[in-house]
Antibody
Framework: QVQLVESGGGVVQPGGSLRLSCAASGFTFSSYGMHWVRQAPGKGLEWVAFIRYDGSNKYSADSVKGRFTISRDNSKNSLYLQMNSLRAEDTAVYYC???????????????WGQGTMVTVSS | DIQMTQSPSTLSASVGDRVTITCRAS??????LAWYQQKPGKAPKLLIY???SLESGVPSRFSGSGSGTEFTLTISSLQPDDFATYYCQQYKSSSSYTFGQGTKLEIK
């Protein structure tokens, strides 16, 4: 079945780094753009970053620009989020999500992973 | 950036009620709007895309309408499984996607 499984979350000190992974299965990963979305405890959803199906275009939210980098390895059906210079306000559940359409994703997010928790604290 | 504003923030209703949630965009997004349902501790689930298209497998009691800057999600007859938080999301711009702040649907 179509599935996304995140991993790599944990507790990290302010200023530290963490790399999240998202393993995809059940669909042609290399044909779809992918996103990271986060949700701080008790708060709403915040889009974090997008990567086009072929990795040629990447976009990120202003709140993470210059600190977070989205990437993918289509040979491994995997999506990544490298998070550097982490701050307390980056504490959240991080979800990977699949774009329902192709190209630059003028479309909804139709498949979501279960999320991985990142806690930034000293 | 396009801002999305949902109302109300909290809605109390009973099983069998018809409920409507509103989402307003700060500028026209045509029909590039989705609705998601999220239950505690779970990932969001896509309900509606392109403002009014029902995602496969979603019950027909859910419907969406609107275009431009004003949109609604309607649940025609609330079921116990529908009590959750609902989010709208615009995807007009591929470089910036925005969610509404959420509407928590509670049991009256």
């Amino acid at each position: 079945q179509v599935q996304l499984v995140e991993s790599g979350g944990g507790v990290v000190q302010p200023g530290g780094s963490l790399r999240l992974s998202c393993a995809a299965s059940g669909f042609t990963f290399s044909s779809y753009g992918m996103h990271w979305v986060r949700q701080a405890p008790g708060k709403g959803l915040e889009w974090v970053a997008f990567i086009r199906y072929d990795g040629s275009n990447k976009y990120s939210a202003d709140s993470v620009k210059g600190r977070f980098t989205i990437s993918r390895d289509n040979s491994k059906n995997s999506l990544y989020l490298q998070m550097n210079s982490l701050r307390a306000e980056d504490t959240a559940v991080y979800y990977c999500a699949k774009c329902a359409g192709g190209g630059d994703c003028y479309d909804a997010f139709d498949i979501w992973g279960q999320g991985t928790m990142v806690t930034v604290s000293s | 950036d396009i801002q999305m504003t949902q109302s109300p923030s909290t809605l109390s209703a009973s099983v069998g009620d018809r409920v409507t949630i509103t989402c307003r965009a700060s500028q026209s997004i045509s029909s590039w709007l989705a609705w998601y349902q999220q239950k505690p501790g779970k990932a969001p689930k896509l309900l509606i895309y392109k403002a009014s298209s029902l995602e496969s497998g979603v019950p027909s009691r859910f419907s969406g309408s609107g275009s431009g800057t004003e949109f609604t999600l309607t649940i025609s007859s609330l079921q116990p499984d529908d009590f959750a938080t609902y989010y709208c999301q615009q995807y007009k711009s591929s470089s910036s996607y925005t969610f509404g702040q959420g509407t928590k649907l509670e049991i009256k």
